[in-house]
């Protein structure tokens, strides 16, 4: 069975579904300060604000942000993406790792898109319980003390690892979501 990580990533929140964080740029420094309101007219791309390329859902690649957990990461491996979204904690999907390509000290992950996901839409934020699910370190006290910021505690700043048992619940928790989504979709249509 593949390894799993959880990592964290940046998202619009002027989008009513998953789209790349949008980010400040101060004085020609790229920082992590995300923008949580419409761009401003007059700010230009490139030299007020750019766009985090990570995760990259249409070809599938995850190529800049937290080289360390790409470096550590093999194929076979499944990347879990979770993003902050209007001030609550989401899922937005997998991908399952294929091949790693370019530096071995900054490598690009590839993933199979026939076997990742992408969990576009903002329907089902992540619980306390599956907190405690995926983190065994986690108690209800804990959850109850830390809560907003039992994510970063234990959902990782940067990476969580997760045991096989874990990642196997993950992936069908993400699907279970995924197909409610589908659901959702094709009875309004």
């Known amino acids: 069975m593949p390894r799993g990580y959880i990592t964290y990533c940046f998202s619009d929140w002027t989008k009513d579904v998953f789209s790349n964080g949008v980010m400040r740029i101060q004085n020609g420094v790229r920082t992590d300060r995300p923008v949580r309101h419409e761009i401003p007219t007059h700010w230009k791309l490139g030299v007020d604000y750019y766009v985090k390329v990570d995760p990259n859902f249409t070809d599938w690649t995850y190529s800049r942000c937290h080289k360390r957990l790409r470096r550590r990461m093999e194929p076979g491996d499944i990347l879990f993406l979770r993003t902050l979204w209007r001030e609550k904690q989401y899922f937005i999907g997998y991908f399952v790792i294929v091949r790693k390509s370019g530096d071995p000290n900054d490598p690009v992950l590839i993933a199979d898109p026939s076997r990742s996901l992408f969990v576009q839409e903002f329907t089902d934020p992540i619980s306390t319980q599956i907190v405690l699910k995926l983190n065994p370190g986690a108690t209800r006290k804990h959850a109850a003390m ?44």
């Open 146 to 189: 830390y809560h907003p910021n039992i994510f970063a505690q234990f959902l990782g700043r940067e990476s969580l690892g997760l045991d096989e048992r874990r990642t196997a619940f993950l992936v069908y928790h993400l699907k279970h979501i995924a197909r409610e989504q589908s659901g959702n979709a094709t009875s309004a249509a």
